[in-house]
């Protein structure tokens, strides 16, 4: 303990240092891992004949090697981030929502949906907002079901979420092949294309379209009603301890499906950028994963909503370098997804070493 | 003594077949974790026959040394002599294999499985295919020598308490154990359950067929059946001897040593005070959709302590819990003040209703938030720490805490430290800071004492006393009966989920209470 009698002053920096310590413990176990399950990879590579040194500077190169590189990674990172937030937000009420992907597949179809039958009259001024409100209400109602069921009908959340995104796929299908189908497409089952002029363009200069603004918004938005708002410290203590929360008289319901709908209108925005930004119409291109992936990313960042952008670059860049590796190596597409599995699962077993080793404790503690 | 006189007289002929009662002793037991002694160089003497009781405070050292004896724990130094001979405890089948067994605080057998099976399948060799009417057979020849015996064909769930741990103590002679470890055994009996168990244990040892090391803080156990005690503080031997020979107070100047204890605040006394709150009818079921509280009614007057006294496990978690936002209610209704009361966050505040739970690190407090957080769960959501509505200021948060800390005593490294990392008494305290700093009209406790030392208990218990002094209600739940009746200014009584007898400290006695508490009245 620190001594009460020292100078103020060897006071407050013994407890800056003790503070640095254990702040450095949830920055450097999460590298660790990376590092094992990327040796583990390696074992995996040299079992099939591959030279591991190829492949990670392959990654480098495909995902941030050129300038051309890192604009397909933050492409790919911003729905990461997005998709990470539905994951995060409930993680703070202690609840392991999965499906996140569900949200961003019926919020991605939802804006078309709206868009369509809107583009023959409506300026785009009113299209792209009404798309982009749709997206978030689509996705907003779909997890906070998912937290509705989980309080008042004690349904596991993550069961529901998983099972609720097959339904919304079915959604999907159900409306592109049927009511909703462009019959002049002849290739894929879609909508009709949301039209040129509601399409949200790139960031000027850049090939990156204004998810990744949107994602790093919605972030530090998230970090700040988390840490900086009397509903974040609610939601926490509820996340920490439902009993302790009950007995302050907080309204543990509430804080949950509100927490649920806020994750679920993060995933829901990530499908209406991936319509509105790069496929222009909803198709079966929705479901590409990053509802998924963003599981890993929020799981890397300890839900750390700030932490978040650089964990969904860094899995942005690996999912990017997935065709040069293909295409150099003589790897199968699915390769990365081994990489990806890999680090979940050396990610979950770090989890068990917080509060284990002695560096990180307060000295004298 | 009376067992030796007894093998005079006659040879003794032992229900329970050719073995005999085992002897222990320790020889300087000493075990250390990391830097912190939590045994220094313990020898203490258990005498085949003889029923010992080993006497300390929580952190004492009582379980640090049993689960030495019994081979969970390796001591740093140290050994165990068995009748005599120096003997290894490597691991807790060791232990069993030498006759050592133990009884927990709490109950280790399965619900779902009846006495018999939960016995069968506790024994080291259980075959793969059980004739279970052999097994039956051979327990039933074996329960006939017993002093006391169970329902063999029920699931054990469906057993009241004190059957279960009569189960539990056959369940270690079944398995042939002549060196039983009790630890605090009887804190989920009544005292009518807690006698009779203890007195037909003290005749096992009397007549050399058991040896029993009782961990206690029930000085009145101690005196009435222990032979021997030893007193543990702090990790090391503070003394011991026959029982008969040394006084409780004695007994407890060992045990706490010569630390001042906070006076006990005098009692206030008022005249006739108005209701504060008033319990209607108040109905709830336990988790598995059970009645637990059946109509119980209660009113409480200002600067009054109502105390309900109970076995555990008779609704009185539940009550509170209905009281504390924790659990719904399935009907009646609380008032504070004639106005309608439910457990919400305005109406808690309103009507300044606060609340010390048992275990607070578990009911109370966020293991991983801080100190200071956890000391704002009151006062987050108001000025000063949230100025603009909806918004936070984490420097007033830290202000007001270290405040608090100061006031409160709590022991911690700083306000930012994660409050899991407390001692018990202190997160004890913090939460007694976070629910006692500002004015208080009703104080809903329960077991607040649940694992604290004496000093930490005196404080708190006068700490409720000067919030009754200061015209708080207090409604007290407690399985420690001495607790109520130091506490009380009424006591109640809950059984069965109902409350029948409630009567004045000064018009009721242990016995009235003990009666009422087997749901007899």
């Not at chain 1, 390769?335 to 070493?353: A, D």
């Not at chain 2, 258990?46 to 004492?60: C, D, I, M, R, T």
């Not at chain 2, 006990?264 to 209701?275: C, S």
């Not at chain 2, 720490?385 to 984490?394: D, E, Y």
Request: charged share 20%.
């Amino acid at each position: 303990m620190a001594d009460t009698a020292a100078p103020a002053n060897g006071f407050a920096l013994a407890e800056t240092i003790d503070r640095f310590r254990r702040s450095s413990e949830f920055v450097v176990i999460p590298v660790l891992a990376l590092i094992a399950s990327g040796l583990l990879f390696s074992i995996f590579l040299l079992l099939v004949g591959k030279s591991p040194v190829e492949f990670f500077s392959l990654v480098w190169r495909g995902g941030f090697g050129t300038a051309f590189s890192w604009q397909n990674t933050l492409v790919r990172a911003s729905p990461l981030i997005l998709t990470a937030l539905c994951v995060a937000i409930p993680a703070r009420l202690g609840m392991t929502v999965i499906g996140g992907e569900g949200a961003l597949v019926l919020g991605g179809f939802a804006a078309a949906a709206i868009a369509i039958p809107m583009t023959s009259w409506a300026s785009p001024f009113v299209v792209m907002p009404v798309m982009f409100l749709a997206a978030a209400i689509a996705g907003a109602f779909w997890i906070g079901a998912v937290g509705w069921l989980r309080h008042y009908r004690g349904i596991n959340e993550t069961i529901s979420s998983l099972l609720l995104f097959y339904i919304a796929v079915s959604i999907l299908n159900f409306f592109v092949e049927g009511a909703l189908r462009d019959p002049s497409d002849p290739n894929k089952p879609s909508t009709a294309p949301i039209g040129a002029e509601n399409m949200i363009g790139p960031i000027p200069g850049t090939s990156v379209h204004w998810g990744l603004a949107a994602g790093i918004v919605a972030c530090i938005l998230v970090w700040i009603l988390m840490n900086r708002t009397t509903f974040g410290f609610a939601a926490r203590v509820t996340g920490g301890n439902v009993r302790a929360a009950q007995g302050q008289g907080l309204p543990v319901g509430r804080l949950v499906v509100i927490s649920c709908a806020l994750a679920g209108a993060c995933a829901g925005l990530a499908g209406y950028f991936e319509v509105a930004a790069i496929h222009g119409k909803a198709n079966a291109s929705l479901i590409a994963g990053y509802g998924f992936t963003g599981i890993l990313v929020s799981f890397l960042a300890r839900h750390n909503p700030l932490a978040i952008v650089p964990v969904a670059i860094l899995l942005g860049g690996i999912a990017a370098s997935g065709g040069l590796v293909q295409r150099r190596m003589d790897l199968p597409d699915a390769t990365v997804l081994v990489l990806q599995g890999l680090m979940f699962v050396v990610l979950l077993v770090s989890e068990t070493m917080y509060g284990r080793l002695a560096i990180f404790k307060p000295k004298g503690a | 003594m009376s067992a030796t006189a007894a093998a005079l007289a006659e040879p003794p002929v032992s229900p329970l077949g050719a073995k005999k009662a085992i002897g222990l002793e320790t020889i300087g037991m000493t075990k250390i974790f990391g830097s912190m002694v939590a045994l220094g160089d313990v020898s203490i003497k258990v005498k085949p026959g003889s029923f010992h009781a080993l006497l300390g405070e929580n952190g004492a050292g009582k379980s640090t040394l049993v689960k030495c004896i019994m081979g969970f724990y390796q001591p740093t130094r140290g050994s165990v002599l068995i009748d005599g001979r120096e003997t290894e405890i490597s691991n807790p089948k060791v232990a069993r294999d030498v006759g050592i067994g133990m009884v927990y605080q709490h109950f280790t057998l399965v619900p779902s499985l009846t006495a018999t099976e939960n016995l069968v399948i506790a024994r080291a060799d259980v075959p793969s295919v059980i004739d279970w009417k052999k097994e039956k057979k051979s327990l039933d020849a074996l329960f006939d020598r017993m002093p006391f015996r169970v329902p063999l064909d029920v699931p054990v769930s469906s057993l009241a308490a004190g059957e279960k741990q009569k189960l539990e103590i056959l369940k270690q002679l079944y398995l042939d154990q002549r060196f039983l470890i009790l630890d605090e055994p009887t804190s989920v009996l009544t005292p009518g359950e807690a006698d009779e168990i203890l007195g037909l244990l003290k005749t096992m040892t009397d007549a050399g067929d058991l040896t029993i090391l009782m961990i206690s803080h029930k000085f009145r156990e101690v005196t009435a059946f222990a032979d021997e005690f030893s007193v543990l503080r702090k990790g090391e031997y503070m003394g011991g001897g026959v029982t008969a020979n040394v006084s409780v107070a004695e007994m407890s100047r060992m045990m706490i040593g010569d630390m001042k204890l906070r006076e006990r605040a005098a009692r206030k006394t008022f005249e006739k005070q108005p209701v504060v709150l008033d319990l209607a009818g108040i109905c709830a079921e336990d988790d598995e959709g059970l009645p637990a509280v059946d109509a119980v009614n209660l009113k409480i007057r200002a600067g009054e302590i109502v105390g309900i006294a109970g076995v555990s496990g008779n609704g009185q978690s539940e009550l509170i819990e209905t009281l504390t936002g924790q659990r719904d209610l399935t009907s009646g209704r609380f008032f504070v003040k004639d106005q309608p009361y439910e457990p919400s966050r305005e109406k808690m505040a309103k009507f300044k209703v606060f609340g010390l739970p048992e275990e607070p690190l578990k009911n109370a407090c966020v293991r991983r938030m801080t100190v200071a957080e956890n000391l704002a769960f009151r006062s987050f959501d108001q000025p000063p720490i949230s100025k603009r509505r909806g918004f936070l200021s984490p420097g007033p948060m830290r202000a007001k805490a270290k405040e608090l800390i100061a006031a409160y005593r709590v022991k911690t490294p700083g306000p930012d430290e994660p409050i899991e990392n407390l001692s018990g008494g202190n997160v004890q305290r913090a939460v007694l800071a976070r629910e006692l700093s500002t004015q208080v009209e009703v104080l809903i406790v329960a077991n607040p004492c649940f694992g604290l030392d004496f000093a930490s208990i005196a404080e708190i218990r006068s700490q409720i006393m000067d919030q009754r002094n200061g015209g708080a209600a207090v409604l007290l739940v407690s399985e420690d009966l001495d607790e109520i009746l130091e506490l009380s200014d009424r006591v109640a009584v809950m059984s069965e989920g109902r409350i029948d007898y409630v009567a004045p400290i000064g018009e009721t006695d242990r016995a009235t209470i003990g009666q009422a508490m087997a749901g007899h009245h």
